[in-house]
């Protein structure tokens, strides 16, 4: 068996991923059958298009979207964070995909929704985790006030002596 002509690639970029390449081999006895070869291109996630900034009435639907590329197909999640407790990115589970397109829907909105969005995607690749984050999408939830915690008993019923500091603890939107 005998090596033939090489197709020799210098640089290879993520635009060469699934194009297809027809060899065949000639010699003085004919021509083989041709053969398809795929190339499969592997690379880290980026970033193509997220939803801007939005702002949603309460009781309505919001739709957040963020579109990343990568081979192998990146695995892409939601995370949030409080805009009152400023607590940690906690993971958000109510995502569907199509395609390349990670959409986050907020059915049925409340001023606990409100804050900022981001997703990350990842993939690996010969063992080695790559990713990517979106920047900050903030949701904005507006309609009328409301209290978002209950109004405790010691509160309806404080009382305090002529003179004295007192605090009410409300927490209004």
Known sequence: ??????????????????????????????????????????YAPFLLNTSRSEAVQVGHEARLMCQFEGNPQPEIKWLYTDPLSKSASAQLVDTSSSGDKQLLVIRNATYRNEGDYHCEARNLINGQQYGVRSSNINLDVYGEPQFLVKVSFWTKNSRTLLGDKSILPFLLF
Do not use: H
């Not at 005998?2 to 991923?17: A, C, H, K, T």
């Open 1 to 42: 068996m005998r090596m033939g002509p090489v197709l020799d690639f210098e640089r290879i970029g993520r635009e060469y991923n699934q194009m297809v390449y027809e060899c065949f081999a000639q010699n003085p006895y004919g021509i083989s059958m041709p053969t398809d070869v795929k190339l499969n291109v592997l």
